[in-house]
C-alpha cells in the first residue's frame, strides 16, 4: 500500500466539525488499532512537537457504521516508512517528507484505502477546548504586560510590545476544557536576562492575577475579535492565531483551534502557584474560563 505524499489538508482552523473524504492509507498498530490517513479531515489532533491542544473526540462514519476515534496524532512519511507522533524522526515541514493526520481506531474497524468517510468532531469537547485555547493566549498576554515593569534589561517582546515573560520563561504548556495550565522557569538564565523573579513572589501573587483579570475583562468587553489566518490548508502550513485587543493586533504562531471572540470567554481568572522543578522555581498560572457568569 502506497504513502500519502501530501500533507494532510485540515479544515478545523476555520471551526469545521465534520468532513467527507477519501481514506488514503490505513497502517496497523502495534498495540492492535489502526491508523486511517485520509486525504482531508475536521479532526484536531494532538500535535508531536507541542503537544498542548489535545486531539478532539469523536467518531470515523463508514457506510451505516460509527467508528470511534480513540485519539488523532500527528504522523509522517518519507514514502517508505510512517512515524506517529513522538517517533517521527525529522521537524515538521522538512522537504521530502508528508505530514498527516493518524486517527487512531480499534482493528476491528472496516476501513480500507479508497473507501469515502466522513469524519465528525464532537461540537461541545471542541468549544470546551477551543474556550481553554484562547483564553491561554490572552492571558499569556495579559501576564506580559502584568509584568512588563519588572525587567531591567530590555528584553523580546511580545505580539502586543510587552516584554515577553510568557515566551522567555515557559517550560509547558497545557490546554484543558474550558481551562489551561502554564508553567514557567524562574531560573538563572530569565534573572541574568533582566526579569527579577522578586515580582512574582508568593505574597504578590493574588494582586498580580487580579490584574490579568481585570485586563481579560476589559479587552473582553471592548469586543475584542479572534481569528485564524493561514498559509494554507496542508497541517504543516503556518497558521496564526490573531486577535485585536485595544491598543494593538495580536498574532501568534499556533495549530490550535479558537473561539472568534473573547466576550465566548465570559470571566477569566487565573490563579498562580509557585513550585519547584529538580531545585529550579517554577511558576505555574492555571486559567480558567467560567462561562456561565
Ligand atoms: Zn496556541
Known amino acids: 500500500m502506497t504513502l500519502p505524499t501530501r500533507d494532510t489538508r485540515v479544515t478545523y482552523p476555520d ?47 463508514t457506510g451505516a457504521v460509527a ?27 522538512t522537504a521530502g517528507w508528508a505530514f498527516l493526520v493518524a486517527h487512531l481506531v480499534g482493528d476491528d474497524a472496516a476501513i480500507a484505502q479508497g473507501d469515502e468517510v466522513q469524519i465528525e468532531s464532537d461540537a461541545s469537547v471542541r468549544a470546551a ?5 484562547t483564553a491561554c493566549h490572552v492571558a499569556s498576554l495579559a501576564l506580559n504586560r ?9 528584553a523580546r517582546e511580545d505580539a502586543l510590545g510587552s516584554p515577553d515573560f510568557d515566551g522567555i520563561a515557559i517550560a509547558t504548556s497545557r490546554i484543558e476544557p474550558n481551562d489551561s ?17 522578586g515580582a512574582v ?37 503556518r497558521r496564526y492565531w490573531v486577535c485585536e485587543v485595544p491598543g494593538g493586533t495580536a498574532r501568534i504562531a499556533c495549530g490550535g483551534t479558537h473561539v472568534a471572540a473573547l466576550s465566548e470567554l465570559g470571566r477569566v481568572q487565573v490563579r498562580f502557584e509557585l513550585g519547584e522543578d529538580a531545585g529550579t522555581p517554577v511558576l505555574s498560572m492555571r486559567t480558567t474560563a467560567h462561562r456561565d457568569h
Open 15 to 61: 471551526g469545521a466539525l465534520t468532513t467527507t473524504t477519501e481514506v488514503v492509507h490505513v497502517a496497523p498498530l502495534g498495540d492492535g488499532g489502526l491508523a486511517v490517513i485520509t486525504d482531508t479531515t475536521s479532526f484536531h489532533p494532538v500535535d508531536a512537537a507541542w503537544p498542548d491542544q489535545p486531539a478532539d473526540a469523536g467518531v470515523l462514519r
Open 67 to 93: 467508528v470511534p476515534i480513540r485519539d488523532a496524532v500527528v504522523a509522517a512519511t518519507d514514502g517508505a516508512e510512517l512515524f506517529l507522533g513522538g517517533d517521527i524522526p525529522v521537524r515538521k515541514g
Open 129 to 133: 477546548l477551543s474556550i481553554g485555547h
Open 146 to 154: 502584568a509584568l512588563a515593569g519588572s525587567w531591567s534589561k530590555p
Open 181 to 197: 495550565i502554564d508553567t514557567y522557569r524562574l531560573n538563572k538564565s530569565l534573572r541574568r536576562a533582566g526579569f527579577d523573579t
Open 201 to 237: 513572589a508568593d505574597d504578590l501573587l493574588d494582586a498580580l492575577a487580579a490584574t490579568i483579570d481585570a485586563t481579560l475583562a476589559d479587552w473582553a468587553d471592548q469586543g475584542a475579535a479572534v481569528r485564524i489566518e493561514r498559509d494554507g490548508d496542508g497541517l504543516t502550513d
